[in-house]
């Protein structure tokens, strides 16, 4: 088992055992999470519950950081990715895994929204990892962003059917609330 420090507290991998009877190996146990889960709650209960603790602001303003790819408080990446972010924390940025933290910022964004990450969730929809411009597209149909209709429309033409799929959501979202 491994801790990971995360700005002055830990996070232990490895989830109770199906006896209970202690801790097996595994990705991203988080102590105090029931032990039926490895996270406990779903990822909007956790980014919600970061908004509380940190400010919706400086929730929004991180993932804003991650999109682009500058550093962040581990904290923030652990209460937006949940157990797989140690994992991806341990890589690095030059990981394979690396892309998932842009994944999770533009997640964090679909339950913490504020408009000034419009140009962050726009550029996302170009970005290389496919889990990021549909993450992205789900986004914008969520908040009905309007002022993001041309880059979506731009994603029907996605090579991955999941994009294309979340941008055809995107686009229907948009319409029908004439965003």
């Known amino acids: 088992m491994r801790d990971h420090a995360v700005r002055g507290h830990a996070v232990r991998?490895?989830?109770?055992g199906s006896d209970g009877s202690g801790l097996r190996e595994s990705r991203g146990y988080i102590p105090g999470v029931s032990p039926g889960s490895e996270w406990g709650q779903a990822p909007r209960q956790s980014i919600e519950s970061e908004c509380a603790r940190r400010g919706k602001d400086n929730v929004v303003a991180g993932c804003i950081e991650l999109l682009a790819g500058r550093e962040c408080d581990p904290a923030l990446v652990i209460a937006l990715g949940g157990p797989g972010a140690p994992g991806v924390l341990d890589g690095g940025p030059g990981s394979v895994s690396w892309y998932w933290i842009r994944v999770w910022a533009a997640r964090g964004l679909l339950w913490a929204w504020d408009d000034v990450a419009l140009p962050a969730i726009v550029a996302a929809m170009a970005d290389e990892a496919w889990r990021v411009r549909e993450m992205?597209?789900?986004?914008v149909a969520r908040h009905s962003l309007g002022d993001a209709l041309a880059a979506v429309a731009q994603l029907q033409d996605d090579p991955v059917p999941r994009v294309r799929a979340a941008a055809s959501r995107?686009?229907?979202?948009l319409t029908s609330a004439d965003a």
């Open 13 to 16: 991998q490895g989830v109770p």
């Open 136 to 139: 992205a597209a789900k986004a």
């Open 170 to 173: 995107a686009l229907v979202a």
